[in-house]
């Protein structure tokens, strides 16, 4: 892929996402029924997310004769959740595979500068022979996003995604100009950013949507 091409950027737009989605977008919505919405669109993009796992083959004995049964291949792969907001959908990710590893990446927003600053970093030693699935509801700047993969990729990962709710123009456009070879999946491009760097339409401040601390 050429130095700074857009990279893939995969809308999931089933109707189930795009249902759930709505329903957490609505100003109504609990804390508790966003935090549950917020896990059911995890099972679902986990299922694109994970797509392309390799397989292999196990022999295994059924109730009735023994076969030859597709199994997951290779070193399991390692979930990275950018706090706070990340877990929520790391929550529902872990569901589908349990086995994955987990990594966290600690960043809050300078709400002047808009500037990521780190506060904590723990990932497996071996990150760079798994394939990594970097999670966060919003990608709105994109300079969390941006500065989380930095740190992974010194770190060794080459086979990273990125997996979003709601994505915004400005932080497309931030990864692709970074992180070319870093596919993207979300269930919805929004509009715009606010003079606040928040998602139009969007869905407010996902970590205080999900904690109660709105």
Same mark, same amino acid.
């Given at each position: ?92 990710? =872990? ?5 994955? !590893?987990?990594?966290? %990446?600690? #960043?809050?927003?300078? @709400?002047?500068? +808009? ?36 740190? =992974? ?5 080459? !086979?990273?995604?990125? %997996?979003? #709710?709601?994505?915004? @123009?400005?932080? +497309? ?36 949507? =999900?904690?109660?601390?709105?």
């Amino acid at each position: 892929m050429p130095e700074n091409a857009p990279q893939s950027v995969t809308v999931v737009d089933h109707p189930l996402v795009q249902h759930k989605l709505s329903l957490m977008r609505r100003r109504e919505a609990s804390t508790s029924d966003f935090r549950k919405l917020m896990r059911e669109v995890a099972h679902l993009l986990a299922y694109e997310v994970t797509r392309d796992l390799p397989l292999t083959t196990d022999m295994i004995e059924t109730p009735i004769a023994p076969m030859e049964a597709p199994i997951l291949a290779g070193k399991k792969l390692c979930f990275i959740s950018i706090l706070r907001a990340g877990n929520g959908l790391l929550d529902g990710m =872990l569901d589908l595979l349990p086995s994955a !590893r987990v990594g966290h %990446v600690g #960043i809050y927003r300078d @709400p002047a500068s +808009l500037v990521p600053i780190e506060y904590y970093y723990k990932v497996p030693t071996d990150i760079a022979e798994r394939p990594v699935i970097v999670v966060d509801p919003l990608l709105a700047t994109g300079n969390s996003a941006v500065a989380a993969i930095d740190r =992974l990729k010194e770190d060794g990962a080459t !086979r990273i995604k990125f %997996v979003c #709710i709601i994505a915004a @123009p400005d932080g +497309l456009k931030a990864m692709a100009e970074s992180h070319p070879d870093v596919p993207i999946f979300t269930a919805a491009i929004d509009e715009r950013l606010n003079d606040h760097g928040y998602i139009v339409p969007g869905v407010g401040d996902a970590g205080d949507r =999900l904690y109660g601390t709105r």
